[in-house]
């Protein structure tokens, strides 16, 4: 599989070094206004070819896939411009910055019969995909009530992140992460009511908590801050008929399995491999690209997850409670 890779930042420059990680993969461009160093080192160490633009890249007839890792309210011109070469694309979450940027880039893939999968990585992170599995094959009985958070520092202020028009602030940069695996796990929501900090314009503060009413009957909680001092911490909690199943980041264990009957707690068996969940997720889109089955996540995942994090933001903004219809798996 022959890539390139539009973007020049942190993630643009990850998804690079891991792509020549990949048995069969090869990196073949990279392109941006402005190329990290790690991307251009990457590019030299490999062979790629550096260029100024997507476009650029697109135009090379010897790339069959392209990584869009630039900021969230660009992805969609850049993964159509990929599409409409023929090119399958792996766009960074969220998908897009608006429902109709998302739906035109559903509608070019279809059009142009191309791939297209959007990075929900913590679909692919051992502990979520362990308890994820722990859930959905009952170990812990009957779901009620699942907690998740997902906290860390305000972004640098010169940064596109810190522009909430651009990136949507922290609801779809973290909360989109969780709202994902929560759908994943727990099926479709039906309603969301949110509080957060996206309009009162304080100084490097953005927090969102919000209440999720699932189709099963599972309630959720859940919560993104971009007001923490230091560090970036997450959590999950779920509680079910029959136990408990928790993860924090800083614990000493990965995950715990609670049962109701039973003493103490045990660490829960991973059936996953040890695998940076990135690479992991780059190898599972390769594989799909290469006829193999669909990934984890899907663009339609995507696009439920983005609309799950638009929703919230409009329940802060008018201070009520959105119910959402049509939700589809």
């Known amino acids: 599989m022959r890539y390139g890779v539009i973007g020049g930042g942190g993630m643009a420059s990850y998804h690079a070094h891991n792509i020549t990680l990949i048995p069969g993969a090869t990196l073949v461009a990279c392109g941006a206004p402005e190329l990290n160093d790690a991307i251009r080192a990457t590019a030299q160490r490999v062979g790629a070819t550096c260029y100024a633009t997507a476009a650029e890249v697109c135009a090379r007839t010897d790339i069959d896939a392209v990584v869009v890792a630039t900021p969230t309210d660009t992805h ?3 993964a159509v411009l990929a599409m409409q070469a023929g090119k399958h694309v792996l766009v960074e979450k969220p998908l897009a910055r608006t429902l109709a940027d998302a739906q035109l880039m559903l509608d070019a893939a279809q059009q142009y019969g191309v791939k297209l999968m959007c990075g929900q990585v913590v679909r692919y992170f051992r502990e ?3 308890a994820h599995q722990l859930i959905t094959r009952g170990d812990i009985g009957t779901v009620g009530v699942a907690r998740t958070s997902r906290c860390g520092a305000y ?3 010169h940064t596109w992140y810190a522009d909430t028009v651009r990136s949507g602030g922290v609801a779809l940069d973290l909360l989109v992460h969780d709202l994902d ?7 479709e929501v039906t309603r969301v009511y949110a509080r957060g900090l996206i309009d009162r314009a304080i100084p490097d503060r953005d927090t969102v908590m919000v209440i999720l009413r699932f189709e099963s009957g599972v309630i959720g909680y859940a919560e993104a801050n971009w007001s923490y001092p230091n560090g970036f911490h997450t959590s999950l909690e779920v509680a079910g008929s029959n136990g408990l199943v928790a993860h924090r980041n800083d614990d000493v264990v990965d995950i715990t399995l609670r049962p109701q009957a039973g003493s103490g707690s045990r660490l829960a068996h991973d059936p996953l491999a040890l695998e940076d969940p990135y690479l ?12 193999g089955t669909a990934p984890r996540s899907t ?3 995507g696009y439920e997850a983005l609309r799950l994090s638009l929703a919230v933001l409009e329940s802060v903004q008018t201070g009520r409670p959105v119910l959402l219809q049509g939700a589809t798996s």
Do not use: E, I, M, N
């Open 76 to 78: 969609a011109h850049a």
């Open 155 to 157: 972004p640098a202020a």
């Open 181 to 187: 695996w929560l759908r994943w796990t727990f099926g």
């Open 299 to 301: 663009a339609r995942d």
């Open 280 to 291: 992991a997720q780059l190898s599972d889109f390769t594989q799909w690209c290469a006829g």
């Open 128 to 130: 979520y995909a362990t």
